[in-house]
């Protein structure tokens, strides 16, 4: 049942090897500050009445309010929020934004409900958890499934339940509702401002690097696109129905058009027409795109794609992770041992999260930026991050994702060790007893 976190976990254990963490501080990482579950009646178009179950998890909250996505996927369960409720901690830490770690969902197949249905349950779910979130307290986001207009809504029904305009109670919203330039690229953006530091680093010339990207949604298509305006060479995407394949290299931008032009919501890449002739592409499963031999595996979909029984076929030179949780910890030792090194999710997509705090400041100054700015801004962040955590684990001789949470933790535990730790209470000398 809790298979996911257990797996999450266990990143700590590797972590413990390196860190003196107090007991107080591992005993805080391992249980979420809160865990909600809701249930949303939703009245659907014919007339009947459904009740959808949603999750909305706090993990910790010590360096600042927590932040999180709302995922609609029917395979959400409370397990999946925890644990990416607790990489979201992580995550915030790893870059330093003032916050903790959240995250939210509903088991749905949004694809299955029409516009007016996933409005007024976008808006139910809301309703449920309005008590537990605000600008101050935890402000969800977009994540898998859920998008701006999404975001709108729910935006809009928790002003009118709080009968105030709080723009910063949700990030990545539409731009003429408050939401931030630059927040859809954002993930994207992030990830390649980490893979061109870790290119520049061991000398990967762009037009020499091929590039697979399992997940072409929103992170994973402007990844592709911007990296290949950044001169790498994308031979491969995949979504939920299938990939397509060229060894010449794919315009991300127009395999996006035709994905588009045929279904907006149905996620579609089977190639029969003009634009992928042009490409004299071949089409592949997911699986075997997981396995090309390909430079960058960019895993941009969902969580456990790459597990002990792919992990021995796996060809590409190194994996980049901006999904959460793509590769599970058993793969990880077998790709460590293999000498695949993996840029963890932690890092590589936390582009998002950043430019949704650049989001938040925003709404709560009223003062908006350009979008070279937001940019400017993002890159600062992430390649300053990049560069200290590929010299972490370089002077450690440890894994980039031991790195990450290393570092992240460090920041984590320095927090909570300033309120006070077991260490602290027992070793103050000369404190007067209290009657
Ligand atoms: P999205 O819904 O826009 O896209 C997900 C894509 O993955 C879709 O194209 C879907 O068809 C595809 N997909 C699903 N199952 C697949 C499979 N088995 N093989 C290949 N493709 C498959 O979601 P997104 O926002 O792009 O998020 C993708 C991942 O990135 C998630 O893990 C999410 O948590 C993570 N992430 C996203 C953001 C963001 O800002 N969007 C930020 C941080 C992390």
């Not at 002739?277 to 895993?299: K, R, T």
């Not at 009223?366 to 979008?371: K, N």
């Amino acid at each position: 049942m809790t298979a996911l976190f257990d797996d999450a976990q266990s990143r700590l254990t590797d972590v413990m090897k390196h860190i003196e963490l107090s007991d107080d501080v591992l005993e805080r990482l391992q249980h979420p500050k809160l865990a909600l579950t809701v249930s949303i009646p939703v009245r659907m178009d014919d007339g009947s009445l459904r009740v959808f179950t949603g999750y909305r998890v706090q993990f910790d909250d010590t360096r600042g309010p927590t932040k999180g996505g709302i995922r609609y996927h029917p395979a959400v369960n409370l397990d999946e929020v925890t644990s990416l409720s607790f990489w979201m901690t992580i995550k915030c830490a790893v870059v330093g934004l003032p916050f903790g770690g959240a995250k939210g969902g509903i088991a749905v197949n949004p694809k299955e409900l029409s516009r007016l249905e996933l409005e007024r349950l976008s808006r139910g779910y809301i309703r449920a958890i309005a008590d537990v979130i605000g600008p101050k307290r935890d402000i969800p986001a977009p994540d898998v499934y859920t998008n701006a207009t999404i975001m709108g809504w729910m935006a809009n029904e928790y002003d009118q339940i709080m009968r105030e305009q709080l723009p910063g109670v949700i990030t990545g919203k539409p731009v003429h509702l408050g939401g931030s330039l630059g927040r859809e690229a954002a993930t994207g953006q992030g990830a390649l401002y980490v893979l061109q530091q870790w290119a520049a680093r061991n000398q990967l010339d762009p037009g020499q690097t091929t590039i697979a990207v399992q997940g072409f949604g929103n992170a994973g298509y402007h990844f592709a696109r911007l990296a290949s305006q950044a001169g790498f060479r994308i031979v491969a995407l995949s979504d939920s129905q299938g990939g397509i394949h060229s060894t010449a290299g794919l315009d991300p931008e127009l395999i996006m058009q035709h994905k588009r032009t045929r279904r907006e919501l149905k996620a579609m890449l089977y190639c029969d027409s003009s634009v992928c002739e042009e490409a004299s592409y071949e089409a592949l499963s997911n699986a075997d795109l997981l396995e090309l031999d390909v430079d960058v595996l960019v895993l941009a979909a969902l969580e456990n794609q790459i597990t002990e029984q792919n992990a021995p076929q796996i060809h590409a030179r190194q994996l980049l992770e901006i999904a959460n949780g793509p590769v599970d910890s058993r793969a990880d030792t077998i790709l460590s041992e293999r000498g695949i090194p993996v840029l963890p999710d932690v890092l590589v997509n936390a582009g998002g999260v950043t430019v949704s705090y650049f989001e938040w400041v925003q709404n709560r100054a009223g003062f908006y930026w350009d979008e070279d700015e937001i940019n400017e801004r993002l890159k600062i962040i992430m390649d300053r991050e990049a560069q200290c955590l590929f010299e972490l684990a370089d002077d450690k001789q440890i894994s980039l994702r031991t790195a990450a949470y290393l570092h992240g933790i460090e920041r984590i535990s320095g927090a909570m060790t300033e309120h006070g730790t077991r260490e602290y209470f027992q070793k103050q000398p000369g404190t007067r007893q209290h009657a």
